[in-house]
């Protein structure tokens, strides 16, 4: 049905439907990635919890030798491989959906001034996302994957350090 076809008073407005739609949308699509900000928040507790686990037993047990550190170190880095990739491809969902939830705005927003304010027919120039808040966000992303890596090698080496400098200290003792 046209405009020309609509009874007077009608406000009936063709945007709405899709505003609607985009509305609902960003919705889901917050609700997607404040769950995948939990998932990578999860990831990243259970590994801390599991290092911790591994370093613990490292400098509690007494039955192993210097010339095993490798078991606790690949077990740690079968741990930290598995979870950086996970944690990895968590962040970049993450950052995908932003990106999308951003342009839906964004659009959004265009959509209702257009719908309010300008007659059918005028063309609004529509608005990008802004480049620094999706740049800053890859930053901060990247650099929490950085530490987390960082923090995988400080234990991995803590691994070695606590069997074996541990070991040769209490020998000098005795």
Same mark, same amino acid.
């Given at each position: ?42 990831l990243t507790n259970l590994y801390f919890v599991f290092q911790g686990v591994i370093l613990s037993t490292c400098a509690s047990a007494r039955s192993i030798k210097c ?6 170190? &690949? %077990?740690?880095?079968?741990? !930290? /491989? +598995? ?42 120039r529509p608005e990008s996302p802004d480049p620094c808040k999706k740049r800053w966000r890859r930053v901060l992303a990247y650099a929490s994957i950085g530490l987390s ?5 400080? &234990? %991995?080496?803590?691994?070695? !350090? /606590? +069997? ?11």
């Amino acid at each position: 049905m046209s405009s020309r076809d609509q009874p007077p008073g009608n406000d009936y407005n063709p945007d709405q439907s899709e505003i609607e739609k985009l509305t609902k949308i960003n919705e889901k699509q917050e609700k997607r990635i404040r769950a995948l900000e939990a998932k990578a928040l999860q990831l990243t507790n259970l590994y801390f919890v599991f290092q911790g686990v591994i370093l613990s037993t490292c400098a509690s047990a007494r039955s192993i030798k210097c010339h095993h550190w490798w078991i606790p170190f &690949v %077990l740690s880095l079968l741990a !930290a /491989i +598995l979870n950086l990739f996970a944690f990895y491809f968590t962040v970049e969902k993450i950052l995908s959906c932003r990106e999308h939830f951003d342009q839906n705005t964004v659009h959004l927003g265009d959509l209702k001034a257009r719908s309010e304010q300008n007659p059918p027919g005028d063309s609004l120039r529509p608005e990008s996302p802004d480049p620094c808040k999706k740049r800053w966000r890859r930053v901060l992303a990247y650099a929490s994957i950085g530490l987390s890596l960082g923090f995988s090698g400080v &234990v %991995l080496y803590g691994c070695h !350090a /606590i +069997l074996c400098y541990k070991r040769s200290n209490e020998n000098d003792q005795c």
